[in-house]
């Protein structure tokens, strides 16, 4: 496996990083310190990540990996690791993960040709906003048990439950929404996916706040809502299969990486800069081998993302799916990492929000609040490990017993 970049790849590189740094310095005050928060906290911070939807659309980056029958040009792989990595060191908006991440593939693989032409060009464009329709309060990890239904009417389908934890629902557009067709199904079984307006009646968005106040997630009611049939993505009854069809898509975690690498150079900056008991924090032993313990961990994370990038060049989709959770799970705990570390160096000032009094504006005690929820998010650590164990290591399930 080679390391180094072909000297297309750093021009490309190159441009992307000075797009972002450049555009970046149009970000409002709301937008804080980016993250989920950022996004769909505050009017300001979402007015922001449309603005650089529209930018981003314009460079045709955001379907740059499409085929080309569908208006993208077939980046390679590694063009799309690149892409991401610069984006997340940035900490920038403007992709919508749900629509460009999730629903646009889902779309490619299953959708006939008149979803296709209807649903994909406003993602292209920037203008489409989704939010996910999986999650239920009995059906998180375990998706395959959720019980919202959508029973066929005539030329519409009714649907009825609740969703929950569902990000950016308040500003979404659209909703692609997994649920039951048909209600004497088990499990995985009987399972479709759909695509919906989120304005359409019947339709409820309750926020779950933060303990600081911050919108992000909410629960989403459906009483008797009516969904055109035509609206049907895929074949009914294979829901299951589709959401699990759209894998070969970049799924390396890079922009993840690169945005734990970025929160790490910051907190060099600070204990080049900071003095206690008459010394800079770098000179204390013990902060430099914890920094340097960290700077491996974001090096071997690079790592794991070209990794991933590299299998999916060779069409080798059972170890991608292994690799991505390796991914995940050792992204999600490096920046647990960071933050417990870097709220303790900065002692009682790791503790302050988002002010003059702040270390780095309060960056640290905001990851330090959010980064357990990475852990249970896009599928909890302990399910990355169980991923890992049987499809990575060939280790036999665990069976259950009565």
């Not at 999986?134 to 959720?146: M, V």
């Not at 340097?292 to 990794?307: C, M, N, P």
Request: a negative charge; one cysteine or more; charged letters at 25%.
């Amino acid at each position: 496996m080679d390391f180094e970049l072909t000297e297309k790849e750093k021009s490309l590189k190159e441009e992307f990083d000075a797009f972002f740094k450049e555009e970046m310095k149009n970000a409002p005050p709301e937008y804080g310190n980016g993250g989920l928060e950022g996004l769909y906290s505050m009017e300001e911070g979402f007015a922001f990540h449309t603005y650089m939807a529209k930018k981003i659309a314009e460079k045709g980056w955001i379907s740059m990996a499409w085929p080309k029958e569908h208006g993208g040009r077939e980046a390679s792989i590694m063009e799309q690791v690149l892409f991401g990595q610069s984006r997340g060191y940035y900490d920038a908006p403007g992709i919508d993960g749900f629509a460009v991440g999730m629903f646009a593939p889902t779309l490619m693989v299953g959708a006939n040709d008149e979803q296709k032409k209807r649903l994909l060009p406003p993602i292209a464009n920037g203008e489409a906003f989704y939010c996910q329709g999986w999650s239920e309060p009995d059906a998180g990890s375990d998706l395959a048990s959720l019980t919202t239904t959508a029973i066929r009417d005539g030329d519409d389908y009714i649907v009825n439950g609740q969703k929950t934890w569902t990000t950016g629902g308040h500003r979404a557009d659209y909703m692609f929404l997994l649920a039951r067709t048909d209600p004497e199904s088990k499990r995985s079984k009987g399972l479709s996916v759909f695509h919906l307006r989120m304005d359409l009646p019947g339709i409820e968005v309750r926020p779950l706040l933060f303990m600081d106040g911050a919108h992000v997630y909410n629960e989403v009611f459906f009483k008797d809502v009516r969904i055109p049939a035509k609206d049907l993505i895929g074949v009914e009854g294979e829901g299951w299969t589709l959401t699990r069809q759209t894998m070969n898509f970049e799924r390396s975690g890079s922009g993840g990486m690169a945005a734990s690498k970025r929160k790490l150079e910051k907190m060099i900056d600070y204990v080049k800069s900071t003095k206690r008991d008459g010394k800079f924090l770098s000179e204390d032993p013990i902060v430099r081998q914890k920094l340097v313990k960290i700077y491996i961990d974001t090096q071997v994370g690079e790592t794991l993302a070209y990794k991933i990038a590299w299998l999916q060049k060779k069409k080798d989709m059972m170890n991608v799916i292994s690799t991505a959770s390796e991914s995940k799970l050792f992204g999600t705990e490096l920046s647990q990492r960071i933050a417990n570390f870097s709220t303790e160096i900065m002692g009682q000032y790791g503790q302050l929000e988002a002010s003059e009094w702040a270390p780095l504006n309060g960056l640290m005690v905001e990851l330090y609040q959010f980064c357990m929820g990475q852990n249970i998010y896009a599928g909890s650590n302990e399910i990355q490990r169980n991923l890992i164990a049987w499809t990575g290591l060939g280790l036999p399930r665990m069976k259950m017993t009565k």
